[in-house]
């Protein structure tokens, strides 16, 4: 059997749906492998995804394995570490760049494509400015809060920019669930999952939705 057979054959299932050089033409970069992140990283490494710069300065605790992709014995590793070893068992060629510290932008690879997985406005603000001021090739933004989700794809065009940039409201007018109200595993997933299509839409050159907002409670779909 040839040596390369099992790559060849491991994304046999989607050959006829996804170009797999343009998926990994450029490097990717998440920040924030929480709730969306964690998720995101292994659908991106399953989609064929080989180079990825991972930043997280948080650790994995009891409290996020009912939404986040981690299992009991990881709890107290670096979420970093643990979305590392995993997409290196997914393949063994991935390349994974860990920074377990809060976001620089100076992190972020040169034509990185970004994905903003991140819990704060401040920092979310912050990722889209610098994405307006660096050479990075797209912006993903993925939110959730309990059964609901918004995704943003952030391209260099007016209409993009203005749709994302609007919606950053300052931190202080952030709706404050309560503890018991704040996440769910498959508006998780969902997100997850929205994000990496758009991806692949962007990649393949299939004109991706500038922002996605789905309400799960009542099956909504907002464009």
Not at 70 to 81: A, M, P
Not at 109 to 124: E, G, I, L, N
Request: hydrophobic share 40%; aromatic share 10%.
């Amino acid at each position: 059997m040839p040596a390369d057979t099992g790559t060849n054959e491991r994304h046999l299932r989607n050959a006829s749906i996804i170009d797999q050089d343009r998926i990994n033409r450029f490097p990717v970069c998440i920040v924030g492998v929480g709730a969306i992140g964690s998720h995101l990283a292994e659908i991106l490494a399953k989609l064929g995804v080989q180079e990825f710069t991972l930043i997280d300065f948080d650790e994995v605790d009891t409290v996020n394995l009912g939404v986040q992709g981690f299992y009991e014995q990881e709890v107290g590793l670096s979420k970093v570490d643990a979305v590392s070893h995993r997409l290196q068992s997914i393949c063994k060629n991935v390349e994974v760049t860990e920074n377990t510290s809060e976001y620089a932008p100076g992190l972020v690879p040169s034509q990185s494509v970004v994905f903003s997985c991140v819990d704060s406005m401040k920092t979310r603000r912050q990722i889209f400015r610098h994405f307006c001021e660096k050479d990075w090739s797209v912006l993903f933004d993925g939110r959730m809060a309990a059964e609901s989700l918004r995704v943003f794809c952030v391209e260099r065009d007016p209409e993009f920019l203005s749709i994302c940039r609007d919606s950053l409201f300052p931190e202080h007018e952030s709706y404050r669930e309560a503890c018991t109200a704040r996440a769910t595993i498959y508006s998780a997933m969902m997100a997850a999952g929205i994000l990496c299509a758009q991806f692949k839409k962007w990649a393949m050159r299939q004109m991706p939705e500038p922002h996605i907002h789905f309400d799960l409670f009542g099956m909504d779909l907002f464009r």
